[in-house]
């Protein structure tokens, strides 16, 4: 197999390739559905992940070095830079995404690390319009310090709501220079482990409080992009105050803020809440708030946030499904927030573990493309509904008809047919389209 210097860059080669190096499905420019298959997917590298992690887990130590034998920390931070931009080059990814403490290292005091920012988003900033990329999304990690034990924004210390907030600002600041068109807000460590010790009304409100102020700066420096709740129900808190794709609604609608805020939907964060991935999306989309994705899996057998790069084909299948459904991106795009295994340790499989992502979307799409053409999916469901488009059902969709009047109608019926789910059969056209 090539080491990682040998490619230069990762190609289309199509599904009967054997090489490791070079994509089977996803051809960048290929036109799909009216538009190129790089503008369905918009694929984004996850910097926290990808540049920074290193394999290491609550039994061990890392298992990759990426340091790049560099010890002071801006040069370090730099090298890592340019890594970065290199490896978007090799795989073809146009877009990335990232945390304050990813891209620059964190000084003795809060002054330092922001001043270190400053710098590391003037060197990205340059880099970026070097190599024509784009950022997806910018957020702040208010979650790993031991300043944010408590939580951030639902710290029970004002003083770490003031902290939080300076470095959501400069978080913000970062996305307007770099020309973000998302800003997302993950929980972290807003959430809370027992009653015995937690005021939850006056967390909750604080929370709407701090991304009021948020909104608020963004929107008043010019930001015009989107700002995301990235919904997960447990992990690092036992009650995550973000849950779910609904529970975020409500706490967004509660608050005013359905505005400005969309959902960052996750795969792994979806199963976690016992639901699937496109029930989360699909909860996004009715509620006019689908924004943007992180592109993972977990592991059905273990009850964590694996973070596993994507590699089921139904799972994409059906999430493109829904992206297409909800019309494509506009501000959002496919963030793969995950991370090659910690056996999987060397930058060879970087490479890989990327390309098995891209590839299991790009097939994913085109797979999702084919049932939307082939129709009988779309057409079973209308079918299964038509009622409520004649009689008794139009009156209740058009909201002509009353209880009352349903009574009497009700009083005259005899028997009922409710139409067969046939979920069997849908799922063997699902399974004839994805490995015809
Ligand atoms: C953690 C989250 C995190 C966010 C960004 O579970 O997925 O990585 O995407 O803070
Ligand atoms: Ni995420
Ligand atoms: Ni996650």
């Given at each position: 197999?090539?080491?990682?210097?040998d490619?230069?860059?990762v190609?289309?080669?199509?599904?009967?390739?054997?090489?490791?190096?070079?994509f089977k499905?996803y051809?960048?420019d290929?036109v799909?559905?009216g538009?190129?298959?790089?503008?369905?997917?918009k694929?984004?590298?996850s910097?926290?992940?990808t540049?920074?992690?290193?394999?290491r887990d609550?039994?061990?130590?890392?298992?990759?070095?990426k340091?790049?034998g560099?010890?002071?920390p801006?040069?370090?931070?730099?090298a890592?830079?340019?890594?970065?931009?290199?490896?978007?080059n090799?795989?073809q990814?146009?877009y990335?995404?990232?945390h304050?403490?990813?891209i620059?290292?964190e000084?003795?005091t809060?002054?330092?690390?922001l001043g270190?920012l400053d710098?590391?988003?003037?060197y990205?900033?340059d880099?970026q319009?070097k190599?024509n990329?784009?950022?997806?999304?910018?957020?702040a990690?208010?979650?790993?310090?031991?300043?944010?034990?408590?939580?951030?924004?639902?710290s029970?210390?004002?003083?770490?709501f003031?902290?939080?907030?300076?470095?959501?600002?400069?978080c913000?600041?970062?996305?307007?220079?770099?020309?973000?068109?998302g800003?997302?807000?993950?929980?972290?460590r807003e959430g809370?482990?027992?009653?015995?010790?937690?005021?939850m009304?006056?967390?909750?409100?604080?929370?709407?409080r701090?991304?009021?102020?948020?909104?608020d700066?963004?929107?008043?420096k010019?930001?015009?992009?989107?700002?995301?709740?990235e919904?997960?129900?447990k992990?690092?808190t036992?009650h995550?105050y973000?849950?779910?794709?609904?529970?975020?609604?409500?706490?967004l609608?509660?608050?005013g803020?359905t505005?400005?805020?969309k959902?960052n939907?996750e795969?792994?964060?979806?199963?976690?809440?016992g639901?699937?991935?496109?029930h989360e999306?699909?909860?996004?989309?009715?509620?006019?708030?689908?924004?943007?994705?992180d592109?993972?899996q977990?592991?059905?057998?273990?009850?964590?946030d694996?973070?596993?790069?994507p590699?089921?084909?139904y799972?994409?299948?059906l999430?493109?499904?829904?992206?297409?459904r909800?019309?494509?991106?506009t501000?959002?795009?496919?963030n793969?927030d995950?991370k090659a295994?910690?056996?999987?340790?060397?930058f060879?499989?970087i490479?890989?573990?990327?390309?098995a992502?891209?590839?299991?979307f790009?097939l994913?799409?085109?797979?999702?493309?084919?049932?939307?053409?082939?129709?009988?999916?779309?057409q079973?469901?209308?079918?299964?509904?038509?009622?409520?488009?004649?009689?008794?059902?139009?009156?209740?969709?058009?909201g002509?008809?009353?209880?009352?009047?349903?009574s009497?109608?009700?009083?005259t019926?005899?028997?009922?047919?409710?139409?067969?789910?046939?979920q069997?059969?849908?799922?063997?056209?699902v399974?004839n389209?994805?490995?015809?």
């Open positions: 197999m090539k080491q990682y210097a490619v230069k860059e190609r289309y080669e199509g599904k009967d390739s054997k090489e490791p190096f070079a499905y051809d960048p290929e799909i559905d538009k190129p298959m790089k503008d369905h997917l694929f984004a590298m910097y926290w992940h540049i920074d992690a290193e394999g609550m039994f061990g130590p890392g298992t990759m070095d340091s790049f560099i010890t002071d801006i040069a370090r931070y730099k890592k830079a340019d890594f970065a931009f290199e490896l978007m090799k795989l990814l146009d990335y995404c990232f304050d403490v990813d620059a290292p000084g003795k809060l002054k330092e690390s270190n710098i590391m988003v003037d990205i900033f880099l319009k190599h990329k784009k950022c997806l999304w910018v957020t990690n208010n979650f790993s310090d031991a300043t944010f034990m408590a939580g951030a924004a639902t029970c210390e004002a003083d770490v003031a902290v939080a907030a300076a470095k959501v600002r400069a913000i600041d970062a996305a307007i220079k770099l020309g973000a068109t800003y997302v807000f993950w929980g972290g809370y482990e027992t009653l015995l010790n937690t005021d009304e006056l967390e909750l409100d604080n929370l709407a701090f991304l009021k102020m948020a909104r700066y963004g929107r008043a010019g930001y015009a992009g989107d700002f995301y709740l919904p997960k129900p992990e690092p036992k995550q973000d849950f779910d794709a609904a529970t975020c609604m409500n706490f609608r509660k608050y803020l505005d400005d805020f959902l939907i795969a792994n964060h979806a199963t976690l809440a639901h699937t991935f496109e999306l699909r909860t996004a989309i009715v509620n006019d708030a689908f924004g943007s994705i592109a993972n977990g592991d059905l057998l273990l009850g964590w694996t973070d596993q790069f590699t089921n084909v799972d994409t299948t999430c493109m499904l829904e992206v297409l909800a019309g494509g991106f501000n959002g795009g496919l793969f995950a295994r910690r056996v999987s340790n060397t060879e499989d490479l890989l573990a990327y390309i992502g891209m590839d299991a790009a994913g799409l085109r797979k999702a493309v084919e049932i939307v053409e082939d129709g009988r999916l779309d079973f469901v209308s079918e299964r509904y038509a009622s409520y488009t004649r009689g008794i059902g139009a009156e209740i969709f058009a002509t008809t009353t209880l009352e009047a349903l009497e109608y009700a009083k019926l005899d028997r009922i047919d409710v139409p067969s789910g046939r069997e059969y849908l799922e063997t056209i399974n389209i994805l490995f015809a």
